[in-house]
C-alpha cells in the first residue's frame, strides 16, 4: 500500500513533535506500506519569516518572499530525516526541484502544471520514507514558488493523485472536521464523513481544517482524503464523493473574518458596467465573492461586493485608477465584516433553510448585510464583532450538536 501523510506545522512544531511523527510515519513503512511524507514549515516559522522580511522591507517582491518563505520547509523535511535516520529507518528528504514539481510563475500563489514522480518512486524502491516539501514549486525560468495558503495540503494531495496512492491522510490539530470550529463553538461535533462538495464549501467560506484548492484537487482526481490528529489516534473524517444520506439538513457552519466589503456608488445604469468593473478586478487577479446591486435611480446604480481583506488594498487601488472609465462617482469599504455560511447537500430538497438560518440570527438580534447562495451553501455577510455569537446561534439554530 501506497501512504501520502501530511503533517502541518503545528504537528512538527518541536523536536518531541518531530519524534512523534517520525514514529507514527514509521508504525506504517514497517507493516510494509511505501511512505511520502509532506510537511510544512515549523511551527509559526512562515510568520516569523514574513515578520522578518517586512522588517526589512515592508513591501518585498514576491519572488524574494517565496525564495525566504520555501526555507522553511526544508529545515522540516531533513529534521524528519535525521529523526528517522536516529531511529534506524532509511529516509531521504526532497525539495519541490529535487522532485520536479512544476508549477505556473505566479509568486505567492502558483498552482501545480505537472510532478515527474520519477524520483520518489525510485528513492520508495530503495526502500526509504521519502519526505517532500509542502507549499512549493518550481516554475520555467527555475525559480522558486510557493502555492499560497494551506499549500501542503495541495501538495500532499497532488502527489496522492499522481503516484496513484491508496490512501491521503491530512494530520492537523483538530482530530477530523467538525459541524463547525470547536474552538468558537464548543459542543461542535466530529463527522464521519462528508463529500468533497460539503468540504468544498466549507474549505472556501472559512474552515481551516482543509485548504480549498486541495480538496479540488481531491475531487477532480478521485483521491479520498482523511482528516485526522498527529496528537492523538481518534478516527478522523473521511472526504469522498458520496456519503450515506444523513437525516441532517447541513453538514455545518463556517465563519471567516479574512473578508472586506466594497461599495462602489453612483456608477451608470446601463449595461456592460458591471462586468466591466468586475472584469477589470478579475484581470488583477482579485477574486470577488458576494455580489450586491442596487434598484437603479436616475441613471446610476451602487454595486456592493465582498473580497479577502489581504486583497482591499490592491482592489482599492485599481478601482481608485479606472474610476472613471467605470464611472464611479464613489467608492467606500467596511473591513469590520465577516461571513458565516451553512453548508449541507440536504437543502437542495429540503425548502426553509434559509429561514431557519435568518431566525437563528434574528433571535440573537444579529444584522444581516448581503446574502448569497449556492445550491449547497447560504452565505451571509454580518458584522465582524457578532461572528462568535452567531456562528453558536446557527449551530443551535440547526441542532447540529445532536448526534444523528
Given at each position: 500500500m501506497l501512504i501520502v501523510k501530511k503533517f502541518g506545522g503545528s504537528s512538527v512544531a518541536d523536536r518531541e513533535r518531530i519524534y512523534n511523527v517520525a514514529k507514527r510515519c514509521i508504525e506504517d513503512y514497517r507493516k510494509g506500506h511505501d511512505v511520502v511524507v509532506v510537511l510544512s514549515a515549523m511551527g509559526d516559522t512562515t510568520d516569523d519569516l514574513i515578520a522578518l522580511a517586512q522588517s526589512i522591507n515592508p513591501e518585498p517582491k514576491k519572488r524574494e518572499l517565496?525564495?525566504?518563505?520555501?526555507?522553511?520547509?526544508?529545515?522540516?523535511?531533513?529534521?524528519?530525516?535525521?529523526?528517522?535516520?536516529?531511529?534506524?529507518?532509511?529516509?531521504?528528504?526532497?525539495?519541490?526541484?529535487?522532485?520536479?514539481?512544476?508549477?505556473?510563475?505566479?509568486?505567492?500563489?502558483?498552482r501545480f502544471k505537472s510532478i515527474d514522480k520519477k524520483r520518489i518512486l525510485h528513492e520508495l524502491d530503495s526502500r526509504k520514507i521519502v519526505i517532500v516539501t509542502g507549499?512549493?514549486?518550481?516554475?520555467?525560468?527555475?525559480?522558486?514558488?510557493?502555492?499560497?495558503?494551506?499549500?501542503?495540503?495541495?501538495?500532499?494531495?497532488?502527489?496522492?493523485?499522481?503516484?496513484?496512492?491508496?490512501?491521503?491522510?491530512?494530520?492537523?490539530?483538530?482530530?477530523?472536521?467538525?459541524?463547525?470550529?470547536?474552538?468558537?463553538?464548543k459542543n461542535a461535533r466530529k463527522l464521519e464523513a462528508i463529500t468533497y462538495d460539503e468540504m468544498l464549501e466549507l474549505a472556501t467560506c472559512g474552515a481551516k481544517v482543509l485548504h480549498n484548492r486541495s480538496v479540488e484537487m481531491a475531487k477532480k482526481y478521485g483521491v479520498e482524503l482523511v482528516v485526522r490528529s498527529s496528537l492523538n489516534r481518534s478516527e478522523g473524517t473521511i472526504i469522498k464523493e458520496t456519503v450515506k444520506m444523513e437525516k441532517m439538513l447541513i453538514t455545518g457552519v463556517a465563519g471567516d473574518k479574512n473578508t472586506a466589503r466594497i461599495s462602489v456608488m453612483g456608477v451608470e445604469d446601463k449595461p456592460g458596467i458591471a462586468f466591466r468593473?468586475?472584469?477589470?478586478?478579475?484581470?488583477?487577479?482579485?477574486?470577488?465573492?458576494?455580489?450586491?446591486?442596487?434598484?437603479?435611480?436616475?441613471?446610476?446604480?451602487?454595486?456592493?461586493?465582498?473580497?479577502?481583506?489581504?486583497?482591499?488594498?490592491?482592489?482599492?487601488?485599481?478601482?481608485?485608477?479606472?474610476?472613471?472609465?467605470?464611472?464611479?462617482q464613489e467608492i467606500s469599504y467596511n473591513e469590520k465584516v465577516a461571513k458565516i455560511s451553512v453548508v449541507g447537500a440536504g437543502m437542495m430538497t429540503n425548502p426553509g433553510v434559509a429561514a431557519k438560518m435568518f431566525e437563528s440570527l434574528y433571535n440573537s438580534r444579529i444584522n444581516i448585510s448581503m446574502i448569497s447562495t449556492s445550491e449547497i451553501r447560504i452565505t451571509v455577510l454580518i458584522d465582524e464583532k457578532d461572528i462568535d455569537k452567531a456562528m453558536n446561534a446557527v449551530h443551535d439554530g440547526f441542532a447540529l450538536a445532536l448526534v444523528e
Open positions: 517565496d525564495m525566504l518563505m520555501t526555507t522553511g520547509e526544508q529545515v522540516s523535511v531533513s529534521l524528519m530525516a535525521m529523526a528517522m535516520h536516529a531511529m534506524d529507518v532509511p529516509a531521504v528528504s526532497l525539495n519541490a526541484f529535487q522532485v520536479k514539481m512544476n508549477s505556473t510563475s505566479r509568486y505567492g500563489n502558483a507549499f512549493q514549486g518550481v516554475n520555467k525560468y527555475e525559480d522558486i514558488t510557493t502555492l499560497g495558503r494551506g499549500g501542503s495540503d495541495t501538495t500532499a494531495v497532488a502527489l496522492a493523485a499522481v503516484l496513484n496512492a491508496d490512501l491521503c491522510e491530512i494530520y492537523t490539530d483538530v482530530d477530523g472536521v467538525y459541524t463547525a470550529d470547536p474552538r468558537v463553538v468593473i468586475f472584469n477589470t478586478l478579475a484581470k488583477n487577479n482579485i477574486n470577488v465573492d458576494i455580489i450586491l446591486q442596487s434598484v437603479g435611480r436616475e441613471g446610476t446604480k451602487d454595486i456592493s461586493f465582498t473580497v479577502a481583506q489581504d486583497e482591499l488594498k490592491r482592489a482599492l487601488e485599481i478601482l481608485e485608477e479606472h474610476k472613471e472609465a467605470l464611472t464611479i
